[in-house]
């Protein structure tokens, strides 16, 4: 990695920290500016506006969640091991100070047409497809029944994740955890073969 691309990286870090606490439309150059303390004609030369700061907040925030997430969980034995061990690094990467930013800019993103909006939504379709892709590897073990629907339990997990995020995050539930992870259980069971 070059200097340029090291330096680059560690200013994506700084500003995919700065949007899990002020969210992707909050993130600007002069936010940015003020939280690293270089310039913004400096971060400017970077990012050119703030849409394309956003767009590449964005792709380094999926990197970084398929490098903590996904790529670690794909080691897990196929089938069930892998479908929870995903849904654990999951929870842990929405657990850190701010959340899952990928979760957030949804919600802040849905009724906002765009390309940054558009970004999002490849992002979170792929993560639909990496979870109904996974839990059909799970129907090719014999873990799940073969009638099973992937795509019906990709929105299903999805759904107790985003519970998840609301109870922890906006309520302060310090149970949520144990919540998600029974809730993940029943799902399995039906599923189970």
Do not use: Y
């Not at 892709?133 to 990709?154: K, N």
Request: proline share 4%; with cysteine; net charge negative.
């Amino acid at each position: 990695m070059s200097k340029g691309e090291a330096t680059r990286w560690v200013i994506l870090d700084e500003a995919s920290r700065l949007a899990r606490r002020v969210g992707l439309t909050g993130l600007t150059i002069g936010s940015l500016a003020t939280q690293t303390g270089m310039s913004k004609s400096g971060l400017f030369a970077h990012f050119g506006s703030k849409e394309s700061l956003q767009l590449q907040v964005l792709e380094h925030s999926r990197d970084r969640f398929v490098d903590d997430v996904i790529r670690p969980a794909l080691k897990a034995p196929r089938g069930e091991p892998r479908v929870r061990d995903l849904f654990e690094r999951w929870l842990e990467w929405d657990s850190v100070e701010g959340g899952c930013p990928l979760v957030a800019a949804s919600f802040e993103l849905d009724d906002q047409p765009g390309p940054v909006r558009e970004s999002l939504v490849r992002v979170q379709r792929d993560w639909s497809d990496t979870l109904a892709t996974v839990f059909t590897s799970g129907i090719g073990e014999g873990h799940f029944r073969p009638d099973a629907d992937p795509r019906q339990f990709a929105q299903d997990v999805m759904g107790v994740m985003l519970s998840f995020h609301m109870a922890s995050r906006l309520l302060g539930d310090s149970n949520a955890a144990d919540r998600a992870k029974r809730a993940l259980d029943l799902l399995l069971a039906t599923a189970a073969a």
